[in-house]
Every structure is written in C-alpha cells, then in structure tokens.
C-alpha cells in the first residue's frame, strides 16, 4: 500500500482508497453515504439526506468569498460491480483492492469504481482544502446514477442553492461535456389471433445475425445494421412472393441496444421452400452491400423451424408492415454541436407472443420538444399497423450552450493552466445532469473528470498524471467561478 500513500494529491487520494473499503453497488450505497455524511460532519459542512439517499453537503465560503454565487459539485457513489472469471470478490461484503500499476491505479481482478470514485473523493477534497479560496459549496453526491439515473431524477427542486453546478463523472481529461440526451420508451403492441398452418406446409426459420449491435445512443450514427430493420424487408419480399405463412418473430434484447439478430419462423407451401432460400439470399446480398464495412458480418440464412399456428393474414401484415416501417436511426443533428446526434430512436425489441405481439423503441434528444414529437410519430406509424402505444420511463435531456459563462470560464482556466482550449461536446446518451437540470431552469453546468479507460470493466483504470491535472483545473475553477 505505500506506493498508494504517496499518490498526489493526497487528500483526494486517501479519501478515494477510504471510499474503496466500502462496498457501494449501485442500490447497496446506504454505508458509503454514511461515510460521506461523515466526512461532510467533520469538515464542518451541513449534511443532509434525502428519502432515496441521496447526500447534500453544504460548506460556507472560505474568507472573502462570501459574496459569491453558491457553486455545486455534483458526483454519484456507486459503482458498478463486474469481476473477472474466477476472482473470489464478494461486491456485498469486500472492499476494493486498489493497486497502482505504474502510470495507472486499477483493482485487482474488479472494476474499480474511480466512475465516480475519484469525483466523490475530488468532492471531498476540495472542502477540506484549507488553501482553497471558493465561495459557498454544495457537494450533491447521488445514489444509483449507474442502473436507472435514481438518485438524480428524485433530488427535489429547491434543495441546492448552486447556480453553477460542476458535474465531476467524465472519463476523458481534456474534454468538457455540456450536453445530453433525455429519452423516453415507446411499447407498441397488438392484439393477434393464430390458425393451424395451411395443410402440407413446412416450417422454415429465418435467421439474422452476425451484426455489430451496439448502444443505441452513443452508436446509433455508426451506420450499423439493425436485424429488426433486416428481418422485415425479407419477411416483406417473401410476403409479396406468397405461400408463407408467419408464425412468430423474435428479434433483440435491449431496448437500449442495437438489434443484433432477429428470426422469424414461416410455414411455408409445399414447392415454394427453394424460392425462400433465393429469395433470402438475395435479400442478404442487397444487404450485405448496403451495410459494407459498417457491418460486415451479416448473415440472412434458412434453416428448419418448428410448426405451430400461424398469424391471421391480418395480423401478418401488421407485424411486417411495423417491421418495415417503424422508425430507426438518426432523425437529426445538433445545430450547436459538430457531429453530435441531436435526435434518434432505436427500434430495439419486437416479440411476437401466444395472443399479443409488443414493440420497443428507445427515442433520445437532447431537445425535449423533438424527442416528444419523434415519440408522437412513432406513435403515428404504430398506430397505422394497428398497434396501441404507450410511453414509460421518460427523463430529460440537457441542451448544449456552448456559449454560456461557466463554458467560457472552464474552458479559459483550462487555457491557462495547461496551455490549450478543452474540447467542448455533448453525448448522445443519458447523464444524472439532465434530470438535475430540469428542477434547476437557469442553472449552468459542465461536467469533466480525469481520464479513465475501461469503465464498468475488470480493466478499468485511471490516469494518476490526469487526477493531478483534473484536481488543478478544478481547485482553479471554484476558485474563478
Ligand atoms: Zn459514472
């Protein structure tokens, strides 16, 4: 452990390998938000804590700021817990084993929790800086940001004084992130009834696979197949064909992940199985083409299925229209933001059930009024192919201001310190700021942190030069802000 003790800045570096003893899963923070109150106590802040656990720490100005706007610092406790194969790590009872390992720290065997750890412990550090100059400082550190954004979405309006909030839960020294998506679920579903297959016919299985997949927020502009998108314009041409029954289709698992594979089971009449296979081979060419090097791996095969009652035509052509048309993919970019997805929605899930056949899509935005009127027209489409819908687990995105004071003053103190401009961008994915925002109209904030490779990985590991840097930028900028 001596070569940890010498790690700088100490204070953030003890605090950090003290929050490490503690186990802290996300949902399983209630001992680490302890400690936290604890520090607050004993650094002499106001320590609060809400119904779902959530901390506010409030400290009064060091000497001569008291004049000053009230400035947060915002971080989330948990971490996620992922183990390589054989490591005897129990997440609900051990502590982590941080290690340092030349340039980096990681922990043995585990992810290491520096997301947000290192926030957490920079947090503290800078109450219990006695040299730093800052004004009034609220430390908001939230529970379980990294499965459902909890934490984030149930801080009440009013709680913070702040007007400037720094969010400390970034993963790339140098950057600094001023924007996101809000999202909202779309289930689409329709009632179905089934038949016995024609007499005669043979039950064949339609299979897509081999695509990349992905998240469907940050990767949903990388060009790469979705299999319910695939599976569709197949199942139409053979459609068009006639002889084929549908029976059921089934295609990714995620709402929140690009659709990988996806199959569909056909009875098919007697005579037409080789115009199938063409058919589909055709199709997987048309593909294969079209997708090229940002997919290449596809593959649209045949191969035996097994019989059961097949779909009403009715209900048939509902299934393959919404296939075919229900909306994937980039709707818009952002006007502010250089090659930043404005606007998308991924069509992640299709199942065909017994009695009911149901549909997700995942619309993200970081403009609110597009990510409703997108959700209105996949509504629209749905309801076209005869499908209800109804939305579920919406939260807000957080719009970029690229020009906004605290930008500038990050931005600037970045200049001085390290001689170069940061780099400013936004992510079209989900982040605890967006739902902090919403409570907050007028609140300003930026979110950077050190740079760290491998997040919720067993590799995951942090740069000790680029905590030293973070740890400068931002002693620097509450002393500015
Ligand atoms: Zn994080």
């Excluded at 029954?245 to 098919?268: P, T």
């Excluded at 065909?352 to 995942?362: C, G, H, Q, Y």
């Amino acid at each position: 452990m001596s070569d940890l003790a010498d790690l700088e800045p100490r204070p953030l570096w003890r605090y950090f390998l003290e929050l490490s003893r503690i186990p802290r899963g996300s949902r399983n923070e209630a001992a680490a938000m302890r400690w936290v109150a604890e520090q607050g106590r004993a650094l002499g802040c106001a320590v609060e804590q809400d119904a779902v656990g959530n901390v506010l720490l409030r400290k009064a100005a060091a000497r001569g700021g008291e004049g000053r706007a009230p400035v947060a610092l915002q971080v989330h406790a948990d971490m996620v817990c992922e183990k390589n194969e054989g490591t005897p790590h129990d997440f609900e009872r051990d502590g982590i084993d941080v290690v340092r390992d030349g340039e980096v720290v990681r922990a043995r065997g585990t992810t290491l929790g520096a997301d947000d750890g290192i926030g957490v412990a920079a947090a503290l550090a800078a109450l219990a800086d006695p040299e730093l100059r800052h004004g009034p400082l609220e430390v908001l550190v939230t529970v379980d940001e990294e499965t459902g954004l909890t934490g984030a979405n149930a801080v009440r309006p009013g709680w913070l004084a702040a007007k400037v909030l720094l969010n400390l839960d970034s993963e790339e020294e140098g950057e600094l992130t001023i924007g996101c998506a809000g999202g909202v679920d779309t289930v689409a579903t329709r009632r179905v009834t089934r038949a016995a297959p024609a007499a005669g016919s043979v039950p064949l299985r339609v299979k897509v696979s081999g695509l990349r997949g992905g998240h469907s927020g940050t990767d949903i502009a990388a060009g790469r197949g979705n299999a319910l998108r695939v599976l569709g314009q197949v199942l139409a041409a053979l459609a068009a064909g006639g002889g084929c029954e549908l029976a059921s289709v089934r295609g990714g698992n995620k709402r929140n992940a690009i659709a990988r594979e996806a199959s569909a089971v056909l009875q098919v009449a007697p005579g037409r199985a080789a115009a199938v296979r063409e058919e589909v081979a055709r199709q997987e060419a048309a593909w294969r083409a079209a997708l090229g090097a940002f997919d290449p791996g596809l593959s649209v095969a045949v191969e035996p299925g097994s019989a059961g009652p097949v779909l009403s035509p009715a209900d048939a052509q509902a299934v393959v229209g919404l296939l075919l048309a229900g909306p994937h993919g980039v709707e818009a970019m952002s006007p502010d933001i250089p090659g930043l997805v404005q606007t998308s929605t991924n069509f992640g899930v299709f199942e065909t059930r017994d009695d009911a056949v149901e549909a997700n899509f995942l619309t993200r935005s970081s403009v609110d009024a597009s990510k409703s009127a997108l959700a209105a027209r996949i509504a629209g489409v749905c309801a076209l192919a005869g499908f209800e819908t109804h939305t579920t687990g919406g939260y807000p995105g957080w719009k970029p201001e690229p020009g906004a004071p605290v930008v500038k003053l990050v931005d600037g103190v970045h200049r001085e310190l390290f001689g170069k401009p940061m780099v400013v961008r936004a992510i079209h994915a989900g982040l605890e700021c967006g739902l902090i925002g919403e409570k907050y109209p007028g609140l300003q904030m930026v979110s950077f942190g050190p740079t760290m490779w491998d997040a919720h990985t067993p590799d995951e590991r942090v740069s000790i030069a680029s905590v030293q840097n973070f740890w400068r930028l931002l002693r620097a900028v509450l002393e500015r802000v």
